[in-house]
């Protein structure tokens, strides 16, 4: 709810559109059928199950409220995965394949923790198994956009600083400022 409250006034607007698309009756509470409805119409295929409504339904009063359909909205505009073995979507840890990633043509693996235990899911990569857990694999893109970003700042550095200026604004360059990475 908070990054809702804290979302500007025309994404706000975009989500109670979307409660109010879902709430066929008007009563301001999606029930099952509503959401299912919903769901399939709008194509979201892994979002079509009792499953999906009672992990929303935190209340368990068998209806969503507009914040429980805001987490919905969440889910699908935030890419959230679905474990791709069970079809179940992922609340906590889960794995990757580090060989989807490495393809081209942009295809995902995600393994809940429960399928990556089991290894029943049999997804291979000329041969081989290979899972990264999504926390490291966070911390590694980090890694790597931050030196992405050193290494633009080093040949900014190098060919286009004229009196303190730095394009990039990160402050290298400027008196009093040495960062070692530069030189």
């Given at each position: 709810?908070?990054?809702?409250q804290?979302?500007?006034?025309?994404?706000?607007?975009?989500?109670g559109?979307?409660?109010?698309?879902?709430?066929l009756?008007?009563?301001?509470?999606?029930?099952?059928r509503?959401?299912?409805?919903?769901?399939?119409e709008?194509?979201?295929?892994?979002?079509?199950s009792?499953?999906?409504?009672?992990?929303?339904?935190?209340?368990?009063?068998?209806?969503?409220?507009?914040?429980?359909?805001?987490?919905?909205?969440y889910?699908?505009?935030?890419?959230r995965?679905?474990?791709?073995?069970?079809?179940?979507f992922?609340?906590?840890?889960?794995?990757?394949?580090?060989?989807?990633?490495?393809?081209?043509?942009?295809?995902?693996?995600?393994?809940?923790?429960?399928c990556?235990?089991?290894?029943?899911?049999?997804?291979?990569?000329?041969?081989?198994s290979?899972?990264?857990?999504?926390?490291?694999?966070?911390?590694?893109?980090t890694?790597?956009?931050l030196?992405?970003?050193?290494?633009?700042?080093?040949?900014?550095?190098?060919?286009?600083f004229?009196?303190?200026?730095?394009?990039?604004?990160?402050?290298?360059?400027?008196?009093?400022?040495?960062?070692?990475?530069?030189?």
């Amino acid at each position: 709810m908070a990054h809702y409250q804290a979302s500007p006034d025309h994404l706000q607007k975009l989500v109670g559109d979307f409660f109010e698309a879902m709430d066929l009756d008007g009563d301001k509470k999606i029930d099952k059928r509503e959401f299912l409805l919903f769901m399939k119409e709008e194509g979201q295929s892994q979002m079509t199950s009792l499953y999906i409504f009672n992990q929303l339904d935190l209340n368990r009063d068998d209806t969503l409220d507009f914040g429980e359909v805001i987490m919905a909205c969440y889910i699908i505009k935030s890419g959230r995965p679905f474990c791709t073995h069970c079809n179940k979507f992922i609340t906590s840890t889960y794995l990757t394949c580090i060989g989807c990633l490495e393809d081209r043509n942009g295809n995902s693996f995600y393994l809940c923790l429960d399928c990556y235990a089991s290894q029943k899911s049999g997804h291979l990569h000329n041969g081989l198994s290979r899972f990264v857990d999504n926390y490291s694999l966070l911390a590694n893109m980090t890694k790597l956009k931050l030196n992405e970003s050193q290494v633009f700042c080093r040949f900014e550095s190098r060919f286009f600083f004229r009196k303190g200026s730095n394009p990039c604004g990160c402050g290298a360059g400027e008196k009093g400022t040495r960062w070692r990475w530069l030189f």
